[in-house]
């Protein structure tokens, strides 16, 4: 048995899997371009998730990233949000794959969104990684530097899931990829001394 799906819902997955992705560096970044995306008819929702492209919406989501985004740049603070954001990172990543996966058999869907959570949860846990080696290093002075680039992740990652998706999808895996690699190591050797 063969599954045919069209390419607008393969496409739809790519977009999907690369908004959640970016949730893992900013939570509300990649939510508020999908709804500036499909309140501006660039992109499709699910019908479920069309409240997401009103007015309201896009009203809460800006002011909660700009919290978020302010948050961010306080040293102390953003280790504290962390304990928060890696959550949240999940649920926003679902959230945003499933808003945009349309056009898929429900059991299909549905695995895509969780998967999309892990790629969440595995950018997520890059940044955790990442801060924590700089607080460790620069005692946090480098953190706000840190949540701006993070923040510039989130904001380029986004556009391009929503512009160039499979370009994103791939090289959001590679960057996964990259990172568990880089953990990997890090890991063995602390082990071997």
Excluded: C
């Excluded at 919290?67 to 990543?93: F, K, N, T």
């Excluded at 002075?141 to 994103?168: C, K, M, Q, R």
């Amino acid at each position: 048995m063969t599954l045919d799906l069209p390419y607008e819902a393969l496409l739809g997955v790519a977009v999907g899997l690369g908004l959640a992705a970016a949730a893992g560096f900013r939570v509300f970044v990649p939510l508020l371009a999908t709804a500036i995306a499909a309140k501006s008819g660039v992109l499709s929702l699910a019908p479920e998730f069309a409240w997401l492209a009103t007015t309201p919406a896009l009203a809460a989501l800006g002011t909660a990233t700009i919290l978020e985004v302010g948050a961010y740049a306080i040293p102390w603070l953003d280790q504290l949000l962390d304990v928060v954001a890696s959550p949240a990172a999940v649920l926003a990543g679902m959230l945003a794959a499933a808003s945009v996966v349309v056009d898929l058999p429900p059991v299909l869907k549905w695995s895509v969104v969780l998967l999309a959570g892990g790629a969440a949860s595995a950018t997520q846990g890059a940044t955790v990684f990442t801060r924590f080696k700089s607080t460790t290093l620069t005692g946090g002075g480098a953190n706000p530097v840190i949540a701006l680039l993070e923040l510039v992740g989130a904001v380029v990652t986004s556009v391009l899931a929503i512009f160039l998706p499979v370009v994103t999808l791939v090289a959001v895996l590679l960057l996964l990829v990259f990172f568990s690699r880089r953990v990997h190591g890090v890991l063995f050797r602390r082990r071997a001394r």
